[in-house]
């Protein structure tokens, strides 16, 4: 169900099965470290009254950020009841004269999670940064005379060059089984290196009692968690293995220890960004109208590995030498940007003056954007070019009853051309690149089992022999060119190993057009009361999402009907049911129409109106001489968290858009209040303040949901924020 567009794997929702909120599911299994360091240096000088001036700024970062999280990302997430009636292997038994018996599960019917790998990755990275600006000002007041100059004003020409250079180093190892005493690569054994699946250390740790007796979801308790570091495997550390011998057919043991292993998710990258801009900011017409314009340029140039970096040992292992970056950038990519800025005040002094002691202005704003982005590739290895836009806003102010009411109004259009978009590029290369679970290495597990190819459900009727080579194949056929030589695809026919480099960065875009407007309303109803109001709206729209991805997932769809393999189970081994057909229309067509599907419509998962209201009254005599009170109030409408479905193109299923399920509008809302005097003789000015955070709308037991299946159930949810009472005492001298 989880494959299926809207059926997320549900989350805990009951606290009596597991009390979420007081307790975290990892635990305290998890390792984060991170270390930061900043060096800078600035050198700073003006001259002539400070007409002229500039500033020269070196800096340097450095961040190292260690990470070992096992239980905190995938299938380690999930808890599962185990429902096996046997184990996976059997055994020669002389009770049952000698021929093969299945052994009877002990933990039929336990809540149970998977930790499928372990993995632990270092990354550092080094950012440095040259930063030189100046500036010139010139004050037309000073050089022609109030006559003249008022009216040609004040004006400061600035200038920026900049050189930045981000080296980012990742690396990534993963938990291994290996043994002194057996050759765990050979066909005998685990027949596999490491690094792929059998040879990675999984656990199975089980967090309950069987619920074989319970009669509802209400019964059931996780009572072993939260998961603790006890439950994680020790490196290094010698323990009984035991395996299955592919060549005796039967169960052996064997001495064995979890080690870690350099992976291939380790990667080295930099960037390079020069900068250069130019600003005239400018204050004319007596200072009725303040004018910004602006031109910038960036140069940005992405390194990559060396074509022949990150290279698999034969062990399997990866060389971290290997890692190693070329010489010649692998994108170069040039942006130029203008802004322009405009604020405008109605001159009363010069025309006539408005009702109400009135004070009007108006402005307009526009600057494009360039986002030196890192490297990205299409499923043809084509570079994508870095996103860019432009925003535009224009709106107006205005100050009533000389000041005691002001109002600003502002509407304003996003636009983004390339923005990223990366849906189903990852099942895409899961499926039909390199991914280790994809259809060859499926296949090759059922080859590892003793099994032939007939004996795979649909496989003799579609017209496959047991020639493995020809059924490898054609599965290796299913991916199109250029797709299929850009991932440098490596096949190990012996093992099943699934390998190769892939496509680095691979990745799809989008377009959309954000468009809003906000509406403030600051007043003081009294000289004790002031009240602030703030509206805001804003609509999204997308567009020319996945460019050529839909035709490249159609292409491989033909590509499986062409071959044969259409009817074929793609798993023979776990019995999922699925053939290589179903499977690619659940897994690539699908998610992929879905998000075209939003080409052209508002984006209904985003929070269109939000509003904020708040209010304070400061006592100035009497009992409450020096007490502020004040509250704060904070709503957002409803936002989409989930959509039923129905059919798309090719029998594929997706979101049905005009039919959403929506989460409910939110509300929450602060108070404070504070005292204020002068202590010490009047010498120093002493404040003592309460906040109550989230007095309404928050606390442990209000639970909003963040998404709901095609059904209509809740099957995710988020507590409320936190309700927090501070109370702080401030001193000034």
Not at 46 to 52: E, K
Not at 669 to 693: C, E, G, H, M, P
């Amino acid at each position: 169900m989880s494959q299926l567009p809207g059926f997320n794997n549900p989350t805990l929702l009951d606290r009596d099965t597991f009390d979420f909120v007081k307790h975290l599911y990892a635990g305290d299994t998890a390792t984060i470290r991170d270390k930061f360091n900043v060096q800078e240096v600035t050198l700073e000088q003006q001259f002539l009254r400070h007409s002229f001036g500039f500033e020269l700024t070196a800096n340097r970062q450095k961040m190292d950020s260690y990470r070992y999280a096992p239980y905190n990302t995938g299938f380690a997430r999930a808890v599962s009841i185990d429902i096996s009636e046997a184990l996976p292997v059997s055994v020669v038994m002389p009770s049952t004269g000698n021929n093969p018996a299945m052994l009877a599960n002990p933990n039929l019917g336990r809540p149970v999670v998977t930790a499928t790998t372990y993995s632990q990755s270092d990354t550092i990275n080094r950012r440095e940064n040259f930063r030189a600006t100046g500036f010139a000002m010139h004050d037309f007041n000073k050089s022609l005379g109030e006559t003249w100059g008022r009216w040609l004003g004040h004006h400061t020409l600035s200038g920026l060059f900049q050189e930045t250079s981000t080296n980012v180093r990742r690396y990534q190892e993963t938990l291994n089984w290996q043994s002194d005493l057996v050759d765990l690569s050979s066909q005998a054994t685990f027949g596999q290196l490491l690094n792929d699946g059998r040879r990675t250390v999984n656990s199975y740790i089980y967090v309950g009692d069987s619920m074989l007796n319970t009669t509802s979801a209400d019964q059931v308790r996780i009572t072993q968690f939260p998961l603790s570091r006890v439950s994680l495997p020790v490196p290094n550390k010698k323990v009984r293995l035991t395996y299955w011998d592919n060549t005796a057919r039967q169960i052996r043991e064997t001495e064995a220890y979890a080690m870690w292993v350099p992976h291939h998710g380790s990667n080295i990258s930099e960037q390079q960004v020069d900068s250069t801009a130019i600003i005239l900011q400018s204050r004319m017409l007596d200072g009725h109208l303040v004018t910004i314009f602006a031109e910038r340029s960036d140069d940005v140039r992405n390194y990559e590995i060396i074509p022949e970096g990150n290279v698999r040992l034969p062990s399997g292992a990866f060389d971290p030498a290997t890692l190693v970056l070329q010489n010649m950038p692998s994108s170069t990519q040039k942006g130029r940007t203008r802004t322009t800025s405009v604020v405008a005040r109605f001159p009363e002094k010069y025309l006539f003056e408005l009702p109400f002691g009135a004070d009007l202005r108006i402005h307009y704003f526009e600057s494009q954007t360039f986002e030196p982005a890192g490297i990205a590739r299409t499923l043809y290895n084509e570079i994508i070019p870095n996103p860019s836009g432009v925003t535009k806003e224009h709106g107006f102010g205005l100050d009533l009853l000389n000041r005691r009411l002001s109002i600003n109004a502002t509407w304003y259009e996003t636009s983004s051309t390339g923005a990223r978009n990366n849906t189903g590029m990852g099942m895409i290369n899961t499926w039909i690149g390199v991914g280790a679970n994809n259809y060859l290495a499926r296949a090759a597990q059922w080859e590892q089992a003793g099994r032939k190819v007939t004996e795979i459900p649909g496989a003799a009727a579609a017209g496959f022999t047991d020639d493995w080579n020809k059924y490898y194949d054609a599965i290796i056929g299913l991916a199109p060119e250029p797709f299929r030589s850009a991932i440098g695809m490596e096949f190990n026919r012996t093992t099943g190993a699934v390998s190769g480099p892939g496509i680095e960065g691979l990745n799809s875009t989008f377009d959309f057009v954000a468009k809003g407007m906000e509406l403030e309303l600051a007043g003081s109803i009294t000289d004790r009361w002031n009240v602030i109001l703030n509206l805001a709206q804003q609509r999204t729209v997308q567009s020319n999402t996945l460019p050529g991805v839909l035709d490249f997932v159609r292409k491989v769809e033909e590509n499986i009907i062409a071959s044969g393999l259409a009817n074929v189970s793609d798993a023979p081994g776990l019995a999922e049911g699925d053939t290589f057909l179903t499977r690619w229309r659940k897994v690539a067509i699908s998610p992929i129409q879905n998000e075209i599907a939003k080409d052209g419509k508002q984006s209904q998962e985003q929070r269109e109106w939000r509003m904020n209201l708040v209010s304070s009254y400061r006592f100035t005599s009497g009992r409450l001489k020096g007490v502020t009170v004040g509250a704060v109030g904070r709503w957002q409408s409803k936002a989409a968290i989930g959509y039923a479905i129905r059919e798309g193109e090719g029998d594929a299923l997706i979101n049905d858009l005009e039919h959403p399920f929506f989460a409910p509008s939110e509300f929450n809302a602060d108070a404070f209040a504070s005292y204020r005097r002068r202590i010490w003789k009047n010498k120093v000015d002493w404040t003592l303040q309460l906040n109550a955070r989230n007095l309404v709308g928050g606390g442990n037991n209000d639970f909003i949901p963040v998404s709901i299946d095609p059904l209509g159930h809740v099957n995710a949810i988020r507590t409320s924020p936190e309700r927090q009472f501070l109370l702080t005492s401030t001193f000034r001298f």
